[in-house]
């Protein structure tokens, strides 16, 4: 007994001893290291990239996106991920919906498929694409026959000149492909956590499935949706492997920023180069400062909504 008050007494006067946190050196060596990589691979590369691209005087950088080549690169990236990024919300919701709210015959499989794009090279992808859809593709090779398989879409593609292999359908559907993971990933994880309780009790209130998703399901997968659309549009603005496979590499027509960063980059337009690639810089730093104020804002409404808990079960 007196063994045990001695004990206690120590711990008293000692509190550091009775701390469980790492020692400070370790901490401080830690914070640097980490802090030291993030200086190293991400904020100075982005310091060059303006600093280079800003290198010749601000007349000189605004005269790089005055090129008929780099305003057609601008608008058919803005395009792609135009695009893209609505079908792939729409798919996104769809799946997690499907996923996270039913069973049914083949729902690990369909989980396995919107992992594939994470697992397959964007090049392959690409190339996938090609194998599809070009001259000697599968289906091109039935589009481009004198006996089509499909005769109305032969004829409807050529009357409106419409080509899928290194034109812009072609980069539409290689960058939908290499972004259509990220909005089903964020979304699913949430919405199996929130399980079925309250869509069930709606439609038991008479609510339709519209009026269930828009004012039940929606508001609370809102704040995750919004996540998974930035990621998905930094990753459609900024593809390149898959992208540059179905291109052709025709300036002014089928080169997205990242491809026409490459062109100048080769052709020794330094400048230029890093001029365009302050565009993918700038937003990546916009994508980071979105990221930061959605997990802000979704932190506050988990906060409040676990307030609003602890009130209920405090005033019963």
Request: glycine content about 6%.
């Amino acid at each position: 007994m007196a063994k045990n008050v001695s004990t206690l007494a120590y711990v008293a006067k000692h509190p550091r001893r009775r701390s469980i946190e790492d020692p400070l050196w370790l901490r401080i060596v830690l914070i640097s290291v980490a802090l030291g990589f993030v200086g190293l691979f991400l904020i100075v590369p982005m310091l060059v990239v303006f600093a280079e691209g800003l290198s010749n005087g601000w007349s000189a950088y605004l005269r790089t996106f005055e090129d008929s080549d780099a305003q057609a690169a601008i608008r058919l990236t803005l395009l792609a991920a135009g695009i893209a990024v609505p079908l792939n919300m729409v798919f996104g919701v769809a799946a997690a919906w499907a996923i996270a709210k039913f069973e049914f015959r083949g729902k690990n499989f369909l989980t396995s498929l919107i992992d594939l794009p994470f697992a397959v090279s964007p090049v392959v992808s690409g190339l996938v694409y090609v194998l599809l859809f070009g001259a000697q593709g599968w289906l091109g090779q039935y589009l481009a026959a004198e006996d089509p398989w499909l005769p109305w879409l032969q004829s409807w593609l050529y009357d409106h000149d419409i080509r899928i292999i290194f034109a812009t359908p072609g980069i539409v559907l290689a960058t939908m492909f290499v972004t259509f993971p990220f909005v089903a990933r964020e979304l699913i994880p949430l919405m199996q956590a929130q399980g079925r309780d309250e869509e069930l009790a709606a439609l038991t209130l008479g609510a339709s499935g519209w009026q269930t998703f828009r004012r039940v399901t929606l508001p609370n997968i809102k704040w995750a949706l919004f996540y998974g659309v930035i990621l998905c549009n930094a990753r459609a603005m900024g593809e390149f492997g898959a992208v540059s496979v179905v291109s052709g590499h025709i300036r002014g027509e089928t080169n997205t920023i990242p491809l026409h960063v490459e062109i100048l980059f080769n052709e020794f337009q330094t400048q230029a180069s890093f001029a365009m690639a302050s565009l993918l810089t700038l937003l990546a730093f916009i994508t980071l400062v979105l990221k930061s104020l959605v997990e802000w804002r979704h932190r506050l409404a988990v906060e409040a909504a676990a307030a609003s808990v602890t009130r209920q079960f405090a005033t019963k």
